[in-house]
C-alpha cells in the first residue's frame, strides 16, 4: 500500500508533506480529467479568428497541472507543459520543474531519460540534496542487483560534496533510504531503526515520511517485533528514548546481528560509522529516540509510543508535515492490515489533537491568524474512516461515537458537497435508540426531491447508511414464515432430486424422469421390491454368514457418506421455523453478545422496507435496484430476518439491471453462513435463477436445448 507514496507532491518523492487522500482515487482522477482538457485546449492548433477564445495560462496554473500530472505519472502530458512553460511563457526552469519530471521517470522505470535529466541537471550546476534523493529512489525504483550498496556510496558521496547529509526539511537521503528499506521485504524491520538513530545522531528531527515508513515497517512484520523487543528494547545503561550508537552497534554484534559481512545490517552499521564519524558526531553519546529503548512490552505499546513522540515534536512546533495527515494514513495503514478497530482508534488521536488546537487559539485570546492548509481534519478522513465503522464491534462504535461527531464538526476542505455528505452520512452509524433511529429515517425521506425524475446522490448515500444501520442491528429470533418454509423445502427437494437422479443416472436419457419422480415423492426411488421380500433376503444373507443379527431397513436410509456427517436430519434446520426452538443467529455468527445493551430495540428495517416500497415517499427511481452495494445491504436484511419471500422478489428486479457477479455470489454465501443454513444458499440461488439447476443432456443441439428450457422445466 506504501508504494503509493509517490503519489505526493514535492522536490522528490519523499521529502514532501504527507498527502491525506491516497485512497479518494475519484478525486484525483477528477483532477486529472480537468488538467487534460486544458491541456488540449491549450495545444489545439487554431487561427486568428479564434485565438481569443483561449484563455492565456499563467504560471500558477501552469505549476498546479505540473503538480496534477505529476501525481498521475503522465509523463507525455508533463513533457509537454514543461516544454510549453519554457517555449510559449519564456519561464526559465527551475529545480521544481526537473525534480517532476525525475519523479516520474522513476515512477515509470526510464533509465535513459533519468541518465539524460540527472546530466542536464549537473551540467546546469542546479543539483541539491532533493536530487541526490531522487538519485536513491531511482535506485529503489530499478532495483539492481546491489541496490542497498549503490545507495550507501550515493549517501557516501553527497555527504563528501556537500559536507552534510542535513537540509532544511531533515535528512532527504537518509528518508529515500528509509522508503528503501520500508518498502523492500527483504530487509528486517531492525534496518529501518537504525536509520532512524542515524537521522536522530545527526541532530535532525524525524519528517512525517519518516514516522510513516518506521511504522509501515513495525505494523507489516508483526513477527519481527520479539527479536526487535530482545535485542533493541531496553538498555539498561541508558534512560528510556535513548541510546549511544555505539552501544547499538555492540549489542548487534553480540547478537551476530552483523554476520555475515555482506548482509544488510552489517552495510547500515559501517555506513552509519563512516557518516557519524565524518559529521564529527560522537558515538558514545546518547541520542534521543523513538524506536530504540523504548522497553515496552508489546507491538501497540510501541507503536502508541512513536505516536506519542510524533505529536510532542509537532506540539513543540518542531515537526516537518501536518500531524492529521501522518494520523490519516496510520488509519489507512492499520485498515490495509485488517485492523480495523485500530483504525477507527485513530480518532482519539486526531481528536485530542483537535482540542489542543482550539485551547491553543483560546489561549491566545482569539486572536490566532488562520490555520494554514492541513490544519484541519480533512472529510477524506471522516470518509476513510467511515467506510470501516461497518466492520467493528458495537463498543468500539459507541466509543468513537463522541470523537466522530467532534471531528465532522471541525472538518474543512475544498472537496465537492457529495464528499461533505458522504463523510457527514457515517454519524448514521452512531445511533443508539430507537428515537434516533426513527429521526435518522425522516430525515432521509425528507432529502427526496419527489420534483427531479433522479435520486440525488446525497439522498442515496443517506439511505445507504441506514440499511448499514439495519445491518448492524438484526431482529432477534426470527422465523420463517409458512410461505417462506414451503419455498424453502420446494427448492431444497429440488436439489436432493437433482443431485441423486446425477448420482444415479448422469446425463443419461431417464435422469430427468427420475428427477421428476424424486421431487415429487419426497425424494424416495420407486421400490422394486416389497419390504417383506428384502427382509427375507436380508435374514437369509444374515444367516448365510453368521451375523448375530440382520441389519433393518431403517438403519440402511440413515445417510452416513463423508458429505452428510453432521448435517442435520431436517431438510430445513429447525433453527429456521420451529417455535420451540430458540434462533441464535445472525447474532451468532456476528459475534454480538447477548449481554451487550441493546438500545435499538425496534425492528426498524421494517419501518425503512415500507418506505422504499413506496413510490409517494421516495419517488419512482427505485435507484436501488441499480446500486449493487444497496442490493446486498437490503439483502442481508432480508436473509437476517428471514423474509425469504421479499429476498427472492428483491433479487428477481435487480436482476434485470445488474449482472451477477463473484463477489455478489461471495456476500450471499456469507449471508446464508451467516443464518446458520448454508445449504439453503443453493435453494435461493435456483429460486432466484441465479444459478441453473436443471440436468443439461450432454452433445444436445441448441434446439434440444431450447426445448428443454422453456418446456421441460420440472
Not at 478497530?341 to 482540542?355: G, N, S
Not at 461527531?405 to 435508540?433: G, K, M
Not at 432529502?447 to 427531479?452: A, G, M, N, T
Not at 445493551?597 to 436501488?624: A, C, K
Amino acid at each position: 500500500m506504501l508504494h503509493a507514496s509517490r503519489l505526493a507532491w514535492g522536490p522528490f518523492v519523499l521529502n514532501t508533506r504527507v498527502i491525506p487522500d491516497w485512497w479518494q482515487s475519484f478525486q484525483r482522477e477528477d483532477q486529472h480529467r480537468v488538467a487534460r482538457a486544458r491541456a488540449t485546449q491549450l495545444r489545439t492548433p487554431r487561427d486568428e479568428s479564434r485565438q481569443n477564445d483561449v484563455t492565456p495560462i499563467t504560471l500558477r496554473e501552469a505549476d498546479e497541472l505540473v503538480k496534477t500530472y505529476t501525481r498521475n505519472h503522465n509523463a507525455e502530458d508533463l513533457s509537454w507543459i514543461v516544454q510549453y512553460i519554457r517555449e510559449t511563457m519564456g519561464e526559465p526552469l527551475n529545480l521544481l520543474y526537473y525534480h517532476s519530471l525525475f519523479r516520474v521517470f522513476n515512477y515509470t522505470r526510464d533509465k535513459e531519460n533519468i541518465e539524460q535529466l540527472l546530466h542536464v541537471i549537473t551540467e546546469s550546476g542546479e543539483a541539491d540534496m532533493g536530487t541526490y534523493a531522487l538519485v536513491v529512489d531511482a535506485l529503489h525504483c530499478l532495483s539492481p542487483v546491489d541496490t542497498l550498496a549503490r545507495i550507501m556510496r550515493m549517501i557516501a558521496v553527497t555527504q563528501t560534496s556537500f559536507g552534510t547529509l542535513l537540509s532544511e526539511s531533515g535528512c532527504p537521503l537518509l528518508t529515500s533510504l528509509l522508503h528503501h528499506l520500508a518498502n523492500t521485504g527483504k530487509y528486517p524491520s531492525t534496518a529501518s531503526l537504525l536509520v532512524v538513530l542515524w537521522i536522530r545522531a545527526l541532530g535532525a528531527q524525524l519528517c512525517d515520511w519518516d514516522y510513516v515508513h518506521v511504522l509501515s515497517a513495525l505494523l507489516s512484520h508483526p513477527d519481527d517485533f520479539p527479536q526487535i523487543r530482545s535485542a533493541l528494547g531496553a538498555f539498561s545503561d541508558f534512560s528510556r528514548g535513548t541510546v549511544s550508537p555505539e552501544a547499538l552497534f555492540r549489542r548487534l554484534e553480540d547478537r551476530g546481528e552483523l554476520s555475515p559481512p555482506s548482509s544488510p545490517l552489517n552495510t547500515i552499521v559501517a555506513a552509519m560509522r563512516v557518516s557519524l564519524s565524518q559529521a564529527g558526531v560522537n558515538l558514545e553519546e546518547p541520542v534521543s529516540n523513538c524506536v530504540i529503548n523504548t522497553r515496552t512490552a508489546g507491538l501497540p505499546s510501541m507503536v502508541e509510543h512513536i505516536v506519542n513522540d510524533m505529536t510532542s515534536v509537532a506540539t513543540s512546533g518542531k515537526f516537518n508535515g501536518d500531524l492529521l495527515s501522518c494520523y490519516h494514513v496510520l488509519a489507512l495503514l492499520y485498515s490495509t492490515l485488517r485492523n480495523d478497530t485500530a483504525a477507527v482508534e485513530t480518532l482519539r488521536y486526531v481528536a485530542r489533537e483537535i482540542r489542543r488546537r482550539e485551547r491553543s487559539v483560546e489561549y491566545d485570546g482569539g486572536n490566532a491568524a488562520l490555520a494554514p492548509i492541513g490544519e484541519y481534519v480533512h472529510h477524506h478522513y471522516l470518509m476513510d474512516i467511515g467506510s470501516v465503522l461497518n466492520r467493528v464491534s458495537m463498543r468500539t462504535l459507541q466509543r468513537a461515537r463522541a470523537d466522530y461527531a467532534h471531528l465532522a464538526q471541525n472538518a474543512s476542505s475544498d472537496v465537492s458537497e457529495n464528499d461533505v455528505v458522504a463523510a457527514e452520512s457515517y454519524a448514521i452509524l452512531f445511533v443508539r435508540s430507537n428515537e434516533e433511529a426513527e429521526e435518522a429515517l425522516r430525515q432521509a425521506s425528507q432529502s427526496v426531491d419527489l420534483s427531479s425524475q433522479r435520486t440525488r446522490l446525497s439522498t442515496k448515500l443517506l439511505f445507504r447508511r441506514f440499511v448499514e444501520l439495519c445491518a448492524r442491528h438484526p431482529k432477534r429470533n426470527c422465523k420463517l414464515t409458512p410461505v417462506g418454509l414451503e419455498e424453502r423445502r420446494k427448492w431444497g427437494r429440488y436439489l436432493d432430486a437433482r443431485d441423486t437422479s446425477l448420482a444415479l443416472f448422469g446425463s443419461a436419457k431417464q435422469a430427468r424422469d427420475s428427477m421428476k419422480h424424486l421431487f415429487y415423492n419426497d425424494n424416495k426411488l420407486p421400490e422394486l421390491r416389497s419390504h417383506a421380500m428384502i427382509e427375507r433376503d436380508m435374514n437369509d444373507t444374515a444367516a448365510l454368514f453368521k451375523w448375530r443379527r440382520a441389519p433393518t431397513i431403517a438403519s440402511l436410509r440413515v445417510r452416513s457418506s463423508l458429505p452428510h456427517v453432521r448435517c442435520p436430519a431436517d431438510p430445513v434446520p429447525r433453527h429456521l421455523w420451529d417455535p420451540d426452538v430458540y434462533n441464535p443467529y445472525p447474532q451468532l455468527m456476528l459475534q454480538m453478545s447477548p449481554m451487550d445493551d441493546e438500545r435499538v430495540t425496534e425492528d426498524i428495517f421494517q419501518e425503512l422496507w415500507h418506505v422504499l416500497m413506496n413510490p409517494s415517499v421516495v419517488g419512482t427511481d427505485q435507484w436501488y435496484l441499480r446500486d449493487t452495494e444497496m442490493y446486498l445491504l437490503l439483502l442481508r436484511c432480508l436473509i437476517h430476518r428471514l423474509d425469504w419471500e421479499a429476498a427472492v422478489h428483491l433479487t428477481l428486479k435487480t436482476m434485470e439491471n445488474l449482472t451477477y457477479t463473484y463477489m455478489m455470489d461471495h456476500e450471499v454465501t456469507l449471508m446464508f453462513k451467516e443464518i446458520g443454513d448454508p445449504a439453503g444458499c443453493l435453494a435461493f440461488k435456483v429460486a432466484t435463477k441465479l444459478f441453473d439447476g436443471r440436468i443439461i443432456k450432454d452433445g444436445q443441439s441448441k434446439r434440444e436445448k431450447f426445448h428443454q428450457e422453456q418446456f421441460g422445466e420440472v
